[in-house]
C-alpha cells in the first residue's frame, strides 16, 4: 500500500481519536517531553544563546530522530505504520482539549459565575485571570482559541503532511519547547531565543493555512481576509497575527487591546477595529466550531498536499528512469 494513503488513513484515525477522546488525563506523551526536557536544560543551563540553541537541537533533534527510527522500524507492516501515525498524530493535536477548556469557561461565564471563569482560565492560557472582567475573560478565550487551533492542530497537520511522523513529533516538541523557555523572562531572554525563533520558523505555514481556513470557514469570509490583511502585521508576533486577525474578522468581532501576564502590561493593537464589535460569552462557542470546522479542512487539505506531492514526486522519478528513444 502506498506510504501516502497510510499517512491518511493514520491522520485521520488519530485526528478522530482526539475527537472522541481527547487528551489522557495521566502520563501524556508531552507531559513526558516536557519533563525531559526539563532535565536536559537543568544540565545546560547557561545564560547564553548558544546553549539555548543546543538545548533546542537536543530536545526536538532527539524527538525528531526517535520518529524517524520508529517510522523506518514499521515500514514493512501497513497496519503498523497507520497505528504509528495514529498514535503520533493523537498524541500531538489538541484541539478537543482546547475546545474542552473554552466552552467551560464559557458556561461559567454565561451562567453568570465570573470567579469560575477566572479560575479555569490558566488551563487555557498565560493571562492574569484577576485584571479581566467578564467580557476580557471572553476576549483572552477567543484569542487563545484562535491562536491553538494553528499551534495545536494546524501546525502540526502540516509538519506531518511534509515529514511524516517525525513531521508531527517534530512540531509539538518545537512547541513545547517554545512553551517552556521561549518567553522573555530574565532567566530565559537569551536562553530561550532559539526555541522562540525556531518555533516561529516551524509556526509559519501553518499559522497561514489556519488563517485562510478561517476565513474559508467562518461567517464572514470578506471580513476575515480584510482584517487578516489591515492588522495582521501590526500583532507582535509573526505567526498569531495572521491568525487572531482572520478569527476576529471571521466572526465579526474585535481582538488584541491591553493585555496583562503576571503583572505585566502589554497594549497590543486592535484587531479588526472598524468592523468588528466587543467580544462577549456567547462568542466563545461560536469560536470553538470554527476551530473544529478549522481543523477537520486542515487534515482534509494537508492530507491531499501531501497525496498529490506523492504522486508528482513518483511521476518524475519514472519520467527520469525511462530510456529515452534513439534519433536517427
Keep these: 500500500m502506498r506510504a501516502d494513503r497510510l499517512y491518511a488513513y493514520g491522520a485521520a484515525t488519530g485526528l478522530l481519536g482526539d475527537l472522541l477522546l481527547g487528551d489522557p488525563r495521566r502520563g501524556h506523551p508531552v507531559a513526558a517531553f516536557g519533563r525531559a ?3 536536559v536544560e537543568r544540565v545546560l543551563w547557561r545564560d547564553h544563546r548558544g546553549w539555548g540553541a543546543l538545548h533546542a537541537v537536543v530536545c526536538a533533534g532527539g524527538v525528531v530522530a526517535l520518529g524517524a527510527v520508529a517510522e523506518k522500524a514499521v515500514r514493512r507492516s501497513p497496519a503498523a ?10 498524541t500531538v493535536v489538541g484541539g478537543s482539549s482546547l475546545v474542552r477548556e473554552a466552552r467551560a469557561i464559557g458556561r461559567a461565564l454565561e451562567a453568570g459565575d465570573v470567579e469560575a471563569a477566572r479560575e479555569r482560565l490558566p488551563h487555557l492560557c498565560g493571562r492574569d485571570p484577576q485584571a479581566l472582567d467578564a467580557d476580557g475573560i471572553a476576549r483572552a478565550v477567543v484569542e487563545s482559541v484562535a491562536e491553538n487551533t494553528s499551534d495545536a492542530v494546524v501546525g502540526a497537520l502540516v509538519w506531518g503532511a511534509v515529514g511524516g511522523v517525525p513531521g508531527l513529533l517534530g512540531f509539538r516538541a518545537v512547541n513545547t519547547l517554545d512553551a ?5 523572562s530574565p532567566r530565559y531572554l537569551r ?25 474559508a470557514a467562518g461567517d464572514d469570509p470578506r471580513g476575515a481576509v480584510q482584517a487578516w490583511r489591515a ?3 501590526r500583532h507582535p508576533s509573526p505567526n498569531a497575527g495572521p491568525v487572531e486577525a482572520s478569527f476576529a474578522g471571521a466572526l465579526g468581532v474585535r481582538l488584541g ?8 502590561v502589554e497594549h497590543r493593537p486592535v484587531l479588526n477595529g472598524t468592523a468588528g464589535r466587543p467580544v462577549v460569552a ?4 461560536r469560536a470553538a466550531r470554527l476551530s473544529r470546522r478549522v481543523g477537520l479542512l486542515a487534515l482534509g487539505v494537508t492530507v491531499a498536499a501531501r497525496v498529490l506531492a506523492t504522486r508528482v514526486l513518483a511521476t518524475r522519478v519514472v519520467a527520469k528512469n ?3 528513444g534513439r534519433t536517427s
Excluded: C, F, N
Excluded at 257 to 264: E, I, K, P, V
Design 180 to 184: 517552556m523557555v521561549g518567553h522573555r
Design 191 to 215: 536562553y530561550g531565543w532559539a526555541a522562540a525563533r525556531l518555533d516561529d520558523v516551524a509556526g509559519w505555514p501553518g499559522a497561514r493555512l489556519t488563517a485562510l481556513l478561517a476565513a
Design 37 to 39: 526536557a526539563g532535565a
Design 322 to 324: 525511462q530510456p529515452k
Design 81 to 90: 505504520s497507520v497505528a504509528l501515525v495514529s498514535a503520533a498524530a493523537w
Design 257 to 264: 487591546g491591553t493585555l496583562s501576564y503576571a503583572g505585566r
Design 282 to 285: 456567547r462568542d466563545i462557542e
Design 231 to 233: 492588522d495582521a502585521g
